[in-house]
Each structure stands twice: as structure tokens, then as C-alpha cells.
């Protein structure tokens, strides 16, 4: 069974600094995708890792795939208060009835002035 | 208008009533999926469907079952609500391919059973 973990949970920072959020997973996988969800909202898509080695940037966001690791990190430049939400990452596993994906629990960004 | 289209957005019941969330996708997807969120936590995996003719059960089945009736539309039905079953449901689609299989998500149901 695939058991995808994020930490922290619950993250606050301030304004101007950097943080990663990292996400293990327990079996073989080389796609992953972050979400974005602010609060009673749906998710945003921000970014979809299709290979060992993969790394793709939007603006202070910056997320890499280590498939050999099972880690993917989601990198955050320069944080500003627009990015207080909650980071999601989800891993496709294959199963019998074909590939899904295994949401992590949630990393509650706040970022402070 | 949005791609995934998730009816009611709000709803209150009460224990024992059966209850139909519905979701509708103009984005030509074969795969749709119900999800559970409670507060604080991540998203669970209700049911699944690949195509029509294709209904899976997710990692929290129980008290839920689902029809699809078209490509297009996906219930959800809670036969007799109870309070446990109080969150946030999201349906979504996707289109798995050498670009992916990134879910599409709707705007959500928001469920409270009293």
C-alpha cells in the first residue's frame, strides 16, 4: 500500500525567508504532483514531476523529484504573505484497476509580516 | 463556467436522510473520482471510475456508493447520512498520459449532517 508523508504539518514564517516542505512516499514512483488549497477552496494544480531528477519553477516556488529517495521537496524563495495556504503532494501509484493518486496530509504554510 | 461542476455547494441535513452530491466535467475525461477532506486533514479516496462501465471503491467506501451515468457525470450518494460523514467532498477528473495524470478538481460540497 502506498503511504505518501509530509512535514512539517504546520509551518509559520516570516516574510523574506526560506523554507523547503518535503514529501517521502513508500513505494516506486516517478510521478508526483503538489497542490495548492487556501482555506474552503478547491486545489490548483502548481506542479506535475514526471522523472527522477525533475525540477520545475513558478515565481518563489520551486519543487524536485528524487525518485531513488522517494522525496520530492517543494522550495520556498523569499516567502510573502501570498503563500500562506496549504501544500498538498500526491504520488501515482499503480494498482490492478489501474494508477491513482496517494494525497500526503497537508503542510500549512503561514508566512507572517 | 468551471470545467468540474460539484452540486449542491452546501447542504445540511439531518442523520438517517439519503443524500446525492453530483459532478459534471467538460473536460472530455474517462477517469472521475470522489474525495473526502475533514478538517485538517489530507484528501481520501472515496470511489473511482475510469469509464463508464468502471466503478472502483476508494480507501473509504463504506456508508457511500456511486453511479456514472454518462462520461461526463458522477454521483456520489450517501444512503443514510450520519454525522461522521460531516466534510468537504471534491470531485475531480483526469486524463492520464506521457504528460501526466494530474487530477482536476471541482469546487467542492460542503456536507454538514446534524
Known amino acids: 500500500e502506498l503511504k505518501v508523508e509530509q512535514n512539517p504539518l504546520f509551518l509559520s514564517m516570516q516574510e523574506g525567508k526560506n523554507y523547503t516542505i518535503y514529501c517521502n512516499y513508500s513505494?516506486?514512483?516517478?510521478?508526483l504532483y503538489w497542490y495548492r488549497q487556501d482555506p474552503g477552496k478547491s486545489l490548483e494544480s502548481l506542479f506535475v514531476l514526471l522523472s527522477n531528477g525533475a525540477v520545475k519553477q513558478e515565481g518563489r516556488l520551486m519543487a524536485s523529484l528524487d525518485t531513488k529517495a522517494r522525496l520530492s521537496t517543494l522550495h520556498i524563495t523569499a516567502a510573502v504573505h501570498d503563500l500562506s495556504a496549504t501544500y498538498f503532494c500526491?504520488?501515482?501509484?499503480?494498482?490492478?484497476?489501474?494508477?491513482?493518486?496517494?494525497f500526503g496530509e497537508g503542510t500549512q504554510l503561514t508566512v507572517n509580516p | 463556467d468551471a470545467d468540474v461542476t460539484q452540486t449542491p455547494r452546501n447542504r445540511i441535513t439531518k442523520t438517517g436522510k439519503r443524500i446525492m452530491l453530483e459532478c459534471s466535467q467538460t473536460k472530455g475525461h474517462d477517469r472521475m473520482y470522489w474525495y473526502r477532506q475533514d478538517p485538517g486533514l489530507g484528501l481520501q479516496l472515496i470511489y473511482y471510475s475510469f469509464d463508464v462501465k468502471d466503478i472502483n471503491k476508494g480507501e473509504i467506501s463504506d456508508g457511500y456508493s456511486v453511479s456514472r451515468q454518462a462520461q461526463a457525470k458522477f454521483s456520489l450518494s450517501l444512503e443514510s447520512a450520519i454525522p461522521n460523514q460531516t466534510a468537504l467532498y471534491f470531485c475531480?477528473?483526469?486524463?492520464?498520459?506521457?504528460?501526466?495524470?494530474?487530477?482536476?478538481f471541482g469546487e467542492g460540497s460542503r456536507l454538514t449532517v446534524l
Open positions: 475531480a477528473t483526469s486524463d492520464p498520459g506521457p504528460k501526466g495524470g494530474e487530477l482536476f
Open positions: 500526491a504520488v501515482e501509484g499503480i494498482e490492478t484497476s489501474g494508477s491513482r493518486l496517494t
Open positions: 513505494t516506486t514512483s516517478d510521478r
